[in-house]
């Protein structure tokens, strides 16, 4: 498969709205668990949202929880991320990433486990 690209990041506002997206033309030959992670500089990498197109379940971080949606446009072959009431301590690097379904939640962001990674889009957001 060919590498996953991000776009859509930028620098907003507290409480400012973004939506990165990440296509890529086999996300809908087959089915995979998606999920897009986040890192800052010597941070581990953290998943904020996943989604199975297998079963259509999503699993989100406690942190972005009611603020972040997941979703996979399958006409555009295309995953996003809607993140809204953005706050600071979202700045990072988002980075979109693919594996096989049918991961437990329990390990949904278990990074070990996808194999395609994108190199990311910046996300800053300033008080």
């Known amino acids: 498969q060919a590498q996953l690209l991000e776009s859509g990041g930028g620098s907003v506002q507290t409480v400012g709205s973004l939506r990165l997206s990440c296509p890529a033309a086999?996300?809908?030959?087959?089915?995979?668990?998606l999920a897009w992670y986040r890192q800052i500089p010597a941070k581990e990498r953290e998943g904020v949202a996943a989604?199975?197109?297998?079963?259509?379940?999503?699993s989100y971080a406690d942190s972005v929880k009611g603020r972040f949606i997941i979703s996979l446009d399958n006409a555009k072959n295309t995953l996003y991320l809607e993140m809204n009431s953005l706050q600071p301590e979202d700045t990072a690097l988002y980075s979109c990433?693919?594996?096989?379904?049918?991961?437990?939640?329990?390990?949904?962001?278990?990074?070990?486990?996808?194999?395609?990674w994108g190199q990311g889009t910046q996300v800053t957001v300033s008080s």
């Open positions: 086999w996300f809908t030959v087959r089915k995979y668990a």
């Open positions: 990433a693919a594996t096989h379904p049918g991961i437990h939640s329990r390990y949904i962001f278990a990074a070990e486990l996808y194999r395609q």
């Open positions: 989604i199975d197109t297998g079963s259509g379940s999503t």
